[in-house]
């Protein structure tokens, strides 16, 4: 297990800890705020052709709910057969069942990390992790726009990024191919919606700020990148044959 810690840290807390202070350094006035959304978006630009790929990926399973839908009661008393059929009719649409988790599970250790360097990685403790080429800042002052201070909790920023949570979800609701309104999948993703946010609030209100930071501005970021998607003539999805 210590092996294991070992290499997240070497791997993935540490770059993403020396890339924040680097960007802390570089920054106009040191503020942290203004870090932690560039390497927030840099992070976010790094995977956006993976999470563009799972957004099309799920539209694309969605679009064929009602096929899938027909082979799953035509074949509802022989599994091998429904399952033979519905692997056939994602070959023939080019369709990979997993393409839309795949991409999130390559990306979560790394925003697992990501969001441990805005938590812990403010502390003088943790400046023991800088390169050697890196400069050591001192004392990082944890404030954004010299009003917030993002090692404290913040209710107003919670509130925010339940609010973006909310917008994103609303928007991916809209945006999605119509399915089966009365499906699972339907009522979890209305449930959802109202449940995010909410979850958000109170996870986001009870760590340091900066932990809302990041969400709103990764927030943005999707919302953004979902609209780019929704206009975006190569992203469009076909019918389904």
């Known amino acids: 297990m210590n092996f294991l810690f070992s290499i997240y840290h070497t791997v993935l807390f540490e770059p993403l800890f020396n890339t924040l202070v680097i960007l ?8 942290f705020g203004i870090a932690v959304i560039l390497v927030t978006l840099l992070t976010r630009l790094a995977f956006a052709p993976l999470s563009a790929k799972a957004v099309v990926a799920q539209r694309k399973l969605t679009a064929l709910q009602p096929k899938a839908k027909e082979i799953q009661e035509k074949f509802k008393k022989d599994r091998d057969r429904q399952a033979k059929e519905l692997l056939e009719l994602y070959k023939r649409e080019k369709v990979n069942p997993l ?3 795949l991409p999130i599970l390559i990306q979560l250790p790394i925003l697992i990390a990501l969001y441990q360097v805005f938590w812990k990685g403010m502390g003088a403790e943790q400046l023991q992790f800088l390169y050697s080429f890196v400069e050591n800042p001192g004392l990082i002052n944890p404030t954004f726009l010299g ?3 993002l090692g404290e909790k913040s209710l107003i920023l919670a509130g925010a990024a339940a609010i973006f949570q909310f917008i994103q979800g609303k928007q991916m ?3 999605r191919t119509p399915g089966d309104p009365k499906s699972f999948a339907a009522t979890f993703q209305k449930q959802a919606l109202y449940f995010f946010p909410v979850l958000t ?3 986001v209100s009870q760590l340091p700020s900066a932990i809302g930071l ?12 979902q609209w780019y998607i929704a206009r975006n003539d190569k992203f469009q999805i076909p019918n389904a044959k």
């Open 201 to 203: 609030l109170l996870i």
């Open 99 to 101: 393409a839309g988790i």
């Open 173 to 175: 609701a809209q945006n």
């Open 24 to 31: 802390y350094n570089l920054v106009p006035g040191k503020d």
């Open 147 to 149: 009003l917030v201070d």
């Open 214 to 225: 990041y969400w709103i501005t990764t927030s943005l970021f999707s919302i953004g990148q």
